[in-house]
């Protein structure tokens, strides 16, 4: 239903210091510039950079989590979780604010975006097609680039042999590939 979503908008627009109780009906405009001139949501829009964003879309669309992305995204500064799940939901639902990152996005360099792009969290599937090679021989990059070209559907677009192969020894190192015990 479109219309459930509407009421997490509201509440993380009023996250911020709420506005003072309703008044007549003549004092609704005043509350209403009032809370679009908050100092929370400009110093929001200060500590959020544009690769900030952009590697939270990314790796909110590789996890469907936005916890996971708490706790496995390094972003420029430490946010809390309240304040990714603000920003995720202001980016959906606050036209403001998704026209400002979104044009901000946009200007930023190809090489800034490619740096973000290599640090997007691996997905669950991609995961599980990495713990399908086996431990034993060490793999060379010719066979991750086989996995990348039979799978092109599960890889995020940026993926290399050699990030592939990066995450395969993480993923051996704490013994999660599926011929380990």
């Known amino acids: 239903n479109p219309s459930k979503p509407v009421p997490h908008s509201i509440q993380v627009s009023r996250a911020v210091p ?7 009906p003549s004092g609704l405009p005043k509350r209403l510039k009032k809370s679009k001139q908050s100092p929370a949501v400009s110093r929001d829009l200060g500590r959020w950079k544009p690769a900030d964003d952009l590697l939270l879309i990314n790796a909110v669309l590789q996890t469907n989590d936005l916890t996971s992305v708490h706790l496995g995204v390094k972003f420029s500064c430490r946010f ?3 304040e990714i799940q603000e920003r995720w939901y202001a980016l959906l639902y606050d036209p403001v604010i998704c026209k400002l990152a979104c044009q ?3 200007s930023l360099h190809p090489e800034a975006v490619a740096a973000v ?5 691996f997905s669950k599937a991609e ?3 990495l713990t399908r090679v086996p431990s034993t021989p060490q793999p060379s990059l010719e066979t991750f680039q086989d996995l990348l070209l039979r799978h092109p559907e599960v890889f995020y677009p940026s993926r290399t042999p050699k990030a592939l192969q990066l995450h395969w020894q993480l993923l051996r190192q704490y013994h999660l590939l599926q011929d380990q015990t």
Do not use: D, F, I, Y
Request: net charge positive; charged share 20%.
């Open 18 to 24: 709420p506005p003072a109780a309703p008044g007549p």
């Open 117 to 121: 792009q290599s640090k997007v969290l």
């Open 104 to 106: 901000a996005m946009r």
């Open 80 to 82: 809390t979780l309240r």
């Open 127 to 129: 995961e599980q097609l």
